[in-house]
């Protein structure tokens, strides 16, 4: 009888398995720390939260009705003229003045941002729709490069600024009559700007599906019968992400910027309805008496569109591997 | 070389003709009548026939076929025989006389050849928004060098700063507020020059103290565009130097012994200048499409004005060269692009 075996050998000291002392992080986490440390990105996401909020719930908390006319009370300083000008007509209750017609600037202010934020955020979100299936589709399919490319080349080519004025004020009256006057203007400056501005995305995703589905990943997933659309879903859109999220940032400060050009040109929602791009150019006029008109959307404008712009610098940076970590 | 710039250029024939079907189409839905604005005693028979005078009326087709018959073949020779006539560059030759007196693309606003609004309208257009190009490429090269050169440091940090803040405030409103700075505030102070905020086209150059006029006038609207070309020029500039600073040729050129200066002046900016260079033809078109919200603030009575008021007077003739116009200038500049990155980078073949 032999001798019984030793239930289990002593092991190897450098085969030890040693419980790692730190969790896992996962590729997020990784982003967010180096997004934390570019001063730019965190000053650009918190202007942009404080400015959303603001706008979602500014109306519940300061309950004056934008539109409402005021006429005995037009014409208020905001209340900061008091301090170097005691003489000017201020008050409490026009924290921000009021404008010619006697409305609130405070509560237009608000409401105003709430249609820019609205209009970038929906027009950024079709045209990366647009631009990432244009894109994905392209880069995916071969047979489709070429038609699909031409098509954003042809898109590339035309004169951007012309077309959006020319379309708006064809196809005003039969979407105000179908969706009411500011329904129908938001459906419409929303499509034109996202028909007008998906072609950076698709040509940035196009160039990354055409490396990425050389890789391994997807051919192992097609060698076990992985269809196109499950190996697009789970394969190659995870693997786009980064770009499309920089292309988002870039998109959603274009957008506001397009929206409040159309109405500082006059050509964007109706009169009534008040946008920081039509605030501007109403103060237009007057501003040599209430230069306040003028600057508080203007200030309200470029520091949105620079959080964003700044933010969108931050996630590129953050998102680049190559970066990452230094 | 030779045989890609020819095919280019003659596949850039049927893109055209693609995109100037496409916005005669678009424009074919307009609800606007040219007669809107004939007075109501005017009979609708006479109304009809001035439609048909017009060339309202017809099929599409038939209009687009007119149109571009008008546009690609009698408005060149227009061209070309005031070319011959007027001009100081070919005034010398003799009249070539091809226009017979067909008819050629009239506006239905002022009832003249649009060409000739168009020709009334560049040199306004070339003079604000060509210098505030030349002003913001003279501005924009060297700060991009110099904050590549000295990556990270304030100079950089503080021109990345202004770059986004030219990235992000919007033309209408550096235009409304350098007015106020300049126009109004300025008035009150002895420190400030006092500048017009509105562009008069009716000036004319005739001596000094005129030209003094124009150029103060010139001031305003060039420095909101030379705020936002030079912002996307000097953050090319810098990226592209950037790229070119870490290359091996750079540090060869440092050991072989080279003055700092020439390794960046000589070497590195040359190299970095290739694709500047692209962007800065391809920008062109932007500057004969004119400025329209910079040219709408300071009233200057360019091409980009001239778009906005035949859009809100319903002038489709108009609307439709001016946009062929901005076309084929995109898609001409964009070919000039692609050849001269080719000439340049000399590791770039097209055949």
């Known amino acids: ?326 | 070389m030779l045989s890609f710039a020819t095919r280019r250029l003659v596949l850039s024939v049927p893109t055209l003709l693609f995109i100037s079907f496409v916005i005669f189409m678009l424009l074919q839905l307009a609800p606007g009548d040219p007669m809107a604005q004939v007075p109501l005693t005017v009979p609708a028979e006479v109304k009809q026939k001035m439609r048909e005078a017009l060339g309202v009326g017809e099929p599409a087709l038939v209009q687009y076929w007119k149109w571009l018959v008008q546009m690609a073949w009698i408005e060149p020779k227009v061209f070309i025989d005031w070319l011959t006539r007027e001009s100081w560059l070919l005034g010398w030759l003799p009249d070539t006389a091809l226009y017979q007196g067909e008819l050629r693309v009239i506006s239905w606003q002022t009832r003249s050849p649009v060409m000739d609004i168009v020709i009334q309208r560049i040199p306004q257009t070339l003079w604000v928004v060509g210098v505030a190009y030349v002003v913001a490429i003279l501005i924009a090269l060297p700060i991009g060098i110099y904050s590549a050169y000295k990556q990270y440091s304030v100079f950089d940090q503080a021109g990345t700063f202004v770059t986004m803040i030219g990235f992000s405030v919007p033309p209408f409103f550096t235009g409304p507020l350098l007015i106020v700075i300049f126009a109004v505030i300025a008035q009150d102070t002895w420190w400030l020059p006092v500048l017009p905020s509105i562009y008069d086209t009716t000036h004319e150059v005739t001596n000094w103290s005129s030209f003094k006029y124009q150029l103060q006038q010139m001031v305003l609207p060039v420095m909101v565009l030379a705020l936002q070309i030079t912002a996307q020029l000097s953050r090319y500039m810098r990226a592209s130097t950037l790229d070119n600073l870490n290359q091996d040729y750079v540090r060869t050129a440092r050991a072989k012994g080279l003055s700092e200066k020439i390794v960046v002046l000589s070497h590195v900016v040359r190299n970095s200048m290739i694709p500047v260079v692209t962007v800065i033809a391809l920008g062109i078109p932007s500057i004969f499409g004119g400025a329209i919200i910079t040219e709408n603030v300071f009233k200057v009575n360019g091409i980009g004005q001239l778009l906005i008021t035949a859009l809100f007077a319903n002038d489709l003739p108009m609307v439709m060269t001016l946009t062929f116009i901005f076309a084929v200038l995109i898609v001409l500049f964009n070919l000039i692009a692609d050849i001269l990155y080719g000439v340049l980078d000399p590791r770039i073949r097209y055949d």
């Open chain 1, 1 to 326: 009888m032999t001798e019984p075996v030793a239930s289990s050998p002593a092991p190897i000291e450098a085969l030890k398995d040693i419980e790692p002392s730190k969790p896992p992080r996962s590729q997020w986490k990784d982003v967010w720390d180096q997004l934390r440390k570019h001063k730019g990105a965190v000053f650009g996401m918190g202007f942009l939260v404080f400015i959303t909020l603001a706008v979602l719930i500014g109306p519940y908390i300061y309950t004056v009705d934008p539109q409402k006319l005021d006429i005995r009370n037009k014409d208020f300083r905001p209340i900061y003229t008091a301090i170097w000008d005691g003489d000017s007509k201020v008050g409490w209750n026009k924290p921000l003045g009021s404008d010619q017609l006697g409305r609130d600037n405070l509560a237009q202010l608000i409401a105003g941002g709430r249609a820019s934020m609205a209009v970038g955020w929906a027009a950024m979100l079709l045209s990366l729709v647009i631009g990432t299936f244009i894109g994905v589709v392209a880069g995916y399919f071969k047979r489709l490069d070429g038609p699909l490319m031409r098509l954003t080349d042809l898109f590339l080519s035309l004169p951007i600024l012309p077309l959006l004025l020319v379309a708006v004020t064809l196809f005003r009256q039969p979407l105000r009559a179908n969706f009411g006057p500011e329904g129908g203007m938001f459906i419409l400056i929303v499509t034109i700007i996202a028909i007008t501005s998906w072609m950076p995305t698709a040509r940035i995703v196009r160039g990354d599906v055409l490396a990425i589905k050389e890789r391994e990943f997807v051919l192992a997933a097609r060698s076990i019968g992985t269809t196109p659309g499950r190996i697009i879903g789970r394969h190659l859109l995870p693997n786009v992400l980064s770009p499309i999220m920089v292309s988002a940032a870039l998109g959603l400060a274009t957008a506001i910027i397009t929206e409040s050009a159309l109405s500082f040109l006059g050509v964007g929602f109706p009169s009534d309805f008040p946008t920081w791009g039509k605030m501007l150019a109403d103060a237009v006029v007057r501003m040599e008496e209430f230069p306040e008109r003028v600057l508080l959307p203007g200030i309200a404008i470029s520091l949105t569109v620079l959080s964003v712009n700044y933010l969108g610098d931050g996630l590129r940076d953050a998102l680049d591997p190559r970066i990452r970590g230094r």
